[in-house]
């Protein structure tokens, strides 16, 4: 299988503004490799640096050093503007989705929103089938075309959120806590689309969560993050039933329900 | 009902406008001393509201139905008679430990606010702050008293908030969703103080939580609730292994088990929990139920029955269960 994308010695840090001479290293030599129709899952707890090495990833903020390979080019030292290719192929979705859609904006715009900047349309009279047929792949209806996003429920418009990220027909999604700020009842229904994606579609995901159990559930492969490093990595089956790390032990051990 | 309850709750209904839904729809269980029960539910099924309710703390709620705590009844009490029992009697420890206490105070004023306000020296309410913060575990209390809430990391603040519920020795304590806001390493340790510190004080907790698994670890029954209503009661040890209800069942098969690989989806409930201005007729979870029946769209929602070793509220219960 071929490499989607891989870090080589990724390392980021946050100057303090008010210390310009301390620095917090969020993230520090990481090594990651995703394949192709891979889904991947970073554990750790809050402040370990995985929502950063998302952001890194997708290159919303600039690294300090090393390297992020995305299908054999480096894309690490690219500005914005040369950039741009390569947004349409890594998305991302956000753990709140009721603040990451635009409240301003029906859901049929905020879907075809990528899909005019990025151009996957050859003849833009198809949008409104073509929106309509994402919409529908994520379970949504056409009566909620013309719907803002204050009329949904939370599950809802994480759905909003996925079908925006497929619109453009992505490579590789980067998902930040999907299911933490929703219901347990929708939870399961959230993590059944997002494998169902990666079954039809060979979509390589890299799913980002503190919940142990979805995670063993959704992803081949876990990597444990502490203090923005990664700790332990491998199979969920061995990392799960024999946690080397004391790390991974207590996290494991702080999940219930096994 | 047992006579030692310490809390009773009789058909509570609570709604925020006259002729508006209601929200919390006429709920009944007790509470015995010492024990531990969980209240498990969605966001939106009532479990705060009704808890808050109680205590008088929602001024815009209109509340019927009848509460007694150790034999006083708290809906309708003025605020004097209320003032005695909240904060004294029945503690409350809040979600947020980041809003909960004022930024404004060092901590060591906040613990012992309650103390001084019962008629206790300052001195004796410093020293009883010293020991509190040190019975929940913040270390080196006697330096750490004179700091801010902003100068604790998340788990410690929430220490903190339990240390100030238990400042007056409460014979019942709440906990709303104590852990929701913190990590999942710290919420371990939280969990573990709160159970602690109920045994050696003899004292009952109510835990409202949507975390299955702290109801499985840290409880002796569970209300499960759905849309304003208690659908099960239940033994906790029982209801992960044999739930009464279709709720619970289906709340249980939606969640991955860290022992499962077979790679199969995950079973779930269709559908979203229903808003108090759309509640369905008949029983609330009929539209999303497997099981459902013409007969369970007829009516009102079914009372709870006592059925094996707890109570459910589905008409078809002794069929499926």
């Known amino acids: 299988m071929k490499t989607i994308i891989e870090t080589n010695h990724l390392r980021k840090e946050f100057v303090l503004s008010y210390f310009p001479k301390r620095t917090i290293l969020a993230c520090d030599d990481i090594n990651i490799k995703i394949k192709e129709g891979e889904v991947v899952?970073?554990?750790?707890?809050s402040g370990s640096g995985k929502s950063t090495l998302a952001l890194c990833m997708s290159k919303l903020?600039?690294?300090e050093s090393g390297k992020i390979i995305f299908e054999n080019k480096d894309i690490s030292a690219l500005n914005n503007k040369q950039m741009r290719p390569f947004r349409k192929n890594i998305q991302l979705i956000f753990q709140d989705p009721y603040s990451s859609l635009n409240p301003r904006m029906k859901v049929k715009d905020l879907i075809a929103e990528g899909i005019k900047i990025h151009k996957v349309l050859d003849d833009i009279n198809k949008m409104d089938d073509y929106v309509l047929n994402v919409l529908e792949k994520v379970g949504l209806s056409s009566n909620d075309l013309n719907k803002f996003p204050k009329d949904f429920s939370g599950g809802q418009r994480q759905r909003i959120a996925i079908a925006r990220a497929l619109a453009v027909e992505p490579r590789f999604m980067i998902c930040d806590e999907p299911v933490s700020a929703l219901d347990m009842s929708i939870q399961a229904q959230i993590i059944n689309l997002l494998k169902k994606l990666n079954n039809e579609n060979n979509l390589s995901i890299l799913f980002i969560s503190h919940d142990l159990s979805v995670v063993n559930f959704l992803c081949d492969r876990?990597?444990?993050m502490q203090n923005g490093r990664i700790i332990e990595s491998g199979k969920c089956i061995e990392i799960f039933n024999n946690p080397k790390e004391l790390y991974t032990k207590e996290l494991l051990s702080s999940s219930y329900l096994n | 009902m047992i006579k030692n309850n310490i809390?009773?709750?009789?058909s509570i209904s609570v709604r925020f406008s006259p002729h508006g839904p209601d929200v919390v729809d006429d709920i009944s269980f007790g509470l015995e001393k010492g024990e531990i029960v969980g209240i498990a539910?969605?966001?939106?099924s009532g479990k705060t509201v009704s808890m808050l309710s109680i205590l008088g703390l929602l001024p815009q709620a209109i509340v019927k139905g009848s509460v007694k705590f150790n034999g006083t009844e708290l809906i309708g009490a003025k605020n004097s008679i209320l003032n005695k029992i909240r904060g004294k009697r029945i503690g409350l420890i809040l979600q947020n430990p980041f809003t909960a206490l004022d930024p404004m105070l060092n901590i060591g004023n906040q613990i012992s606010e309650g103390l001084i306000a019962d008629g206790c020296s300052m001195d004796k309410a410093k020293i009883q702050a010293i020991n509190l913060l040190n019975e929940v575990g913040v270390p080196s209390p006697s330096q750490r008293i004179r700091d801010y809430p902003h100068q604790f990391s998340g788990g410690m603040r929430q220490r903190i908030v339990i240390a100030i519920a238990l400042s007056q020795n409460p014979e019942l304590l709440i906990a709303d969703e104590p852990t929701t806001a913190l990590d999942v390493r710290i919420q371990k340790q939280v969990m573990e103080l709160i159970k602690r510190q109920c045994i050696n004080r003899g004292m009952s907790l109510i835990l409202i939580t949507h975390d299955l698994g702290l109801i499985s670890n840290y409880t002796d029954r569970v209300l499960m609730m759905y849309a304003g209503k208690i659908v099960e009661d239940s033994p906790s040890q029982k209801i992960f292994k044999?739930?009464?209800?279709?709720?619970s069942k289906g709340l249980l098969d939606c969640l991955?088990?860290?022992n499962d690989y077979n790679n199969d989806f995950l079973t779930t409930i269709s559908g979203n929990p229903p808003q108090p201005n759309e509640f369905p007729s008949g029983c609330r979870f009929h539209p999303r139920c497997n099981y459902s029946k013409i007969d369970c769209q007829k009516d009102g929602h079914p009372p709870l029955?006592?059925?094996?070793?707890?109570r459910s509220g589905c008409i078809r219960v002794s069929e499926l269960f």
């Open chain 1, 222 to 224: 876990v990597y444990v």
């Open chain 1, 41 to 45: 899952g970073i554990v750790g707890e």
């Open chain 2, 305 to 310: 029955i006592k059925y094996k070793w707890g």
């Open chain 2, 7 to 10: 809390l009773n709750l009789e």
């Open chain 2, 242 to 247: 044999d739930p009464l209800h279709p709720y």
């Open chain 2, 256 to 258: 991955p088990k860290l």
């Open chain 1, 61 to 63: 903020i600039q690294i």
């Open chain 2, 41 to 44: 539910g969605e966001s939106g």
